[in-house]
């Protein structure tokens, strides 16, 4: 007994120390602010995007959205049981997907045009073809042990979930099976984003903190504080040297990964809402972060001000994001509809 | 006990991840901060939201159609 409390105080002893250790490497490079440096930076001004498309179609809350890599194809999931695929040109519904659990939280679209993967509250990854003259059911990656929030395709080969049991997985689409768990959060893993050069991705989580793991090697590389309650979404930096994240803090953040710590916060004492999803524009300047209060706020990325908003929801804003080509901005509501905007 | 022997088993494990975790490179948030205006800066043309395109190429605008009633 006495052994292994003096075990734990010793773990603890070093586990502080490297901690503090970390904090003092970060703070020794530390010597400006990113709100000071972007001083010299012109304003983007008031951005103003007009509501081009009102998408009707859906029955319930929808709760994710994400586009084709064709900029122009999108798909949202939502708690009536149906996965939409859209032409977001026309405002046409192409293919309706139905599901086995209504209770999805998660959608995403293969690089490829050819596979879309959702999941939830079932705890399973399904993948779907959607190129068969009726959408298959192509695999059920069954192995989570708590509810799917999130899911990326690499390829049509290749998937990585996140997942309420606070782990995240890289899946083999050929044979079904798990090929690297990603263990290090101690609380739901709540979104996932892949990297611009996609060797690592990030992770958000109800632990409050974002990390960086190397898809291949399964390591957690590094680890970002400072929200204090769950992170619900995040974004790469398109140059992939940064991340953002949105909480239900309220507030979003920017944290470099070369200087291994927050560069900008983006809060607003006005703003008593949490965020649920951001995206950001193609060039990195602009980040619509979806709130709670109805609304998708856009914040100019460098100098940390509010420089627009998205309104016309009358529920939360679930889900936001930015084509490819970054031609406009999809909002996903739990009003039932999705909006785009430019 | 072994609730004890799991707990020491976790403390173990986050000593280790510390240890990866501490002895990464770090830049200068100025430099990294230089480095993410530059590239905002250099993408801003090509950013149809902070440089709209003209209404002709924009592929969500409401398409017009005229109609005359004869």
Known sequence: MAAEKAEMDALKKECDGLRAQIEAARKAVNDGSMSASAGGVEAVGRVQLKLRKNLKGHLAKIYAMHWSADSRQMVSASQDGKLLIWDTFTGNKLTAVPLKSAWVMSVAFAPSGNLVASGGLDNICTVYNIKAASPKTLRELDAHTGYLSCSRFLSDSEIITASGDTTCCLWDLETGKQKVVFTNHIGDCMSLALSPDENSFISGACDSLAKLWDIRSGTCKQTFSGHTSDINAIAFFPSGNAIITGSDDCSCKMYDLRADQEVIGYQDTSLNAGVTSVALSNSGRLIFAGYDDFNCHIWDSLKGEKVGVLSGHDNRVSCTGVPADGMGVCTGSWDSFLKLWN | ?70
Request: proline share 6%.
């Open chain 2, 1 to 70: 006990m072994s609730n004890n022997m799991a707990k020491i088993a976790d403390a173990r494990k986050t000593v280790e991840q510390l240890k990866l975790e501490v002895n990464i490179e770090r830049m200068m948030v100025s430099k990294a901060a230089a480095d993410l205006m530059a590239y905002c800066e250099t993408h801003a043309k090509d950013d149809p939201l902070v440089t709209p395109v003209p209404s002709s190429e924009n592929p969500f605008r409401e398409k017009k159609l005229f109609c005359e009633i004869l």
